[in-house]
């Protein structure tokens, strides 16, 4: 009887920590109509701007984390965000060697990862090597409709992300702010991976079961008007 309560115990612990992610949980639909970019235009200041990623093996275990490039544009009109569009380099990706231990990874390098990421296993970038994401609406953001791992978010950003060859919307809650000529957008949000078809080898494939299907992405952008 112990020893079931004990079993009992571990397999919930084991679905808390599969549940367990550091943003908000992107809502997801098929792929909406792009909004039109109204006002004027802001473009990413790569130097001020972050795309932050974390992946983990099942249970959340051993989270891996780094870095991607993008480039992009806002548009803005009457202190609000009517649009935008981003690019996203692949091939920029960099796992963070903190994340990566060598002597529990089987001598494998956070380059190995990167290597290993880049090819035709996961976003084979031979093929795909930039992901977009185009917004499709913008609106305020409603606390007493749930809350935002944000603090003080303001609005709810919906737009749909392309990853090799499939275009799927996602919606997540977001903090905009404007400072003089400066636009700064900021979101942490959760993506499943499956939902882009981003699977390592074929289906049931045990190496891929390990592969937890959440990925958090951290938004830091600060784009700039340059009249």
Not at 168 to 186: M, Q, S
């Given at each position: 009887?112990?020893?079931?309560?004990?079993?009992?115990?571990?397999?919930?612990?084991?679905?808390?920590?599969?549940?367990?992610?550091?943003?908000?949980?992107?809502?997801?639909?098929?792929?909406?109509?792009?909004?039109?970019?109204k006002?004027?235009?802001?473009?990413?200041?790569?130097?001020?701007?972050?795309?932050?990623?974390?992946?983990?093996?099942?249970?959340?275990?051993?989270?891996?984390y780094?870095v991607?490039?993008s480039?992009?544009?806002?548009?803005?009109?009457?202190?609000?965000?009517?649009?935008g569009s981003?690019?996203?380099?692949?091939?920029?990706?960099?796992?963070?060697?903190?994340?990566?231990?060598?002597?529990?990874?089987?001598?494998?390098?956070?380059t190995?990862?990167?290597?290993?990421?880049?090819?035709?296993?996961?976003?084979?970038?031979?093929?795909?090597?930039?992901?977009?994401?185009?917004?499709?609406?913008?609106?305020?953001?409603?606390?007493?409709?749930g809350?935002?791992?944000?603090?003080?978010?303001?609005?709810?950003?919906?737009?749909?992300?392309?990853?090799?060859?499939?275009?799927?919307?996602?919606?997540?809650?977001?903090?905009?702010?404007?400072?003089?000529?400066?636009?700064?957008?900021?979101?942490?949000?959760?993506?499943?991976?499956?939902?882009?078809?981003?699977?390592?080898g074929?289906?049931?494939?045990?190496?891929?079961?390990?592969?937890?299907?959440?990925?958090?992405?951290?938004?830091?952008?600060t784009?700039?008007n340059?009249?």
């Amino acid at each position: 009887m112990k020893k079931q309560l004990i079993s009992g115990l571990a397999l919930i612990l084991l679905f808390a920590s599969c549940q367990n992610t550091g943003g908000d949980k992107a809502k997801t639909t098929s792929a909406q109509e792009v909004t039109e970019q109204k006002g004027q235009t802001y473009t990413v200041d790569a130097d001020k701007s972050t795309l932050k990623w974390t992946g983990y093996h099942k249970g959340g275990l051993n989270p891996r984390y780094g870095v991607l490039k993008s480039e992009g544009t806002l548009s803005v009109e009457n202190n609000a965000v009517t649009g935008g569009s981003f690019t996203i380099d692949i091939n920029s990706i960099v796992t963070d060697s903190a994340s990566v231990d060598p002597t529990t990874a089987g001598g494998k390098k956070s380059t190995d990862l990167d290597a290993h990421l880049k090819s035709a296993d996961f976003f084979d970038t031979a093929k795909y090597p930039t992901a977009k994401f185009e917004i499709t609406k913008v609106a305020p953001f409603d606390a007493a409709q749930g809350k935002s791992v944000v603090a003080d978010a303001t609005n709810t950003v919906s737009g749909n992300l392309t990853i090799k060859d499939k275009t799927v919307n996602v919606t997540f809650p977001a903090k905009i702010t404007f400072n003089g000529d400066e636009v700064i957008f900021y979101s942490k949000f959760t993506i499943q991976r499956q939902d882009w078809g981003l699977t390592y080898g074929t289906e049931g494939n045990p190496q891929d079961w390990m592969i937890a299907q959440n990925v958090d992405i951290e938004l830091n952008v600060t784009a700039n008007n340059a009249k």
